[in-house]
T-cell receptor, first 112, second 115 residues
């Protein structure tokens, strides 16, 4: 089955700096890669996703890049703000089946 | 905005007791997922339904866990008997069926504590 590894497990940055979280996956058949943000005590919420036919996607301060050859994808957050502090999860799945395998999460702390 | 509903939000039980969790997906979502999230880890898929049929239950401990979605709408996850190691957050999610519609929407979860 699919295996997703996520690094780092914790990340602390100063407000205004950039943050990068990286994930690798094992199954070359995976073609959908979402990123979820989970604030303390709340449900995971999708913040951005990318499909395997695209190399990069951007939404305001958030971007995701995908390298299919190397089987890794990354989340980039620019101009970080304290409200970006949360746990971020990456996932990999097959579009048709919809089954997602999640990474173990990265706890991002943005210091004011 | 429509959301996935789950109940109860919190459940405390003693080991060897039976517990049940309920999930109501977003209306029209054919696919329903049950995840277990242990503190400090990502969600782990327990079972996936497409309408009323089980698509994947390979990670479901079938000796004690069961799940059903009889009418293809809401779903129940049961644990009997509960063990100490079952303490976790149980998340339900739903998604539309189709090639481009597999964004998953999560419910608030049920936090289970087994004493």
């Amino acid at each position: 089955g699919e295996n997703v590894e996520q690094h780092p497990s914790t990340l602390s940055v100063q407000e205004g700096d950039s943050a990068v979280i990286k994930c690798t996956y094992s199954d070359s058949a995976s073609n959908y890669f979402p990123w979820y943000k989970q604030e303390l005590g709340k449900r995971p919420q999708l913040i951005i996703d990318i499909r395997s036919n695209v190399g990069e996607k951007k939404d305001q301060r958030i971007a995701v890049t995908l390298n299919k050859t190397a089987k890794h994808f990354s989340l980039h957050i620019t101009e970080t703000q304290p409200e970006d502090s949360a746990v971020y999860f990456c996932a990999a799945s097959y579009t048709n089946a919809g089954k997602s395998t999640f990474g173990d999460g990265t706890t991002l702390t943005v210091k004011p | 905005e429509a959301e996935v509903a789950q109940s109860p939000r919190y459940k405390i039980t003693e080991k060897s007791q039976a517990v049940a969790f309920w999930c109501d997906p977003i209306s029209g979502h054919a696919t329903l997922y049950w995840y277990r999230q242990i503190l400090g880890q990502g969600p782990e898929l327990l079972v996936q339904f497409q309408d009323e049929s089980v698509v994947d239950d390979s990670q479901l401990p079938k000796d004690r866990f069961s799940a059903e979605r009889l009418k293809g709408v809401d779903s129940t996850l049961k644990i009997q008997p509960a063990e100490l190691g079952d303490s976790a957050m149980y998340l339900c999610a739903s998604s539309l069926e189709g090639l481009l519609d597999n964004e998953q929407f999560f419910g608030p979860g049920t936090r289970l504590t087994v004493l």
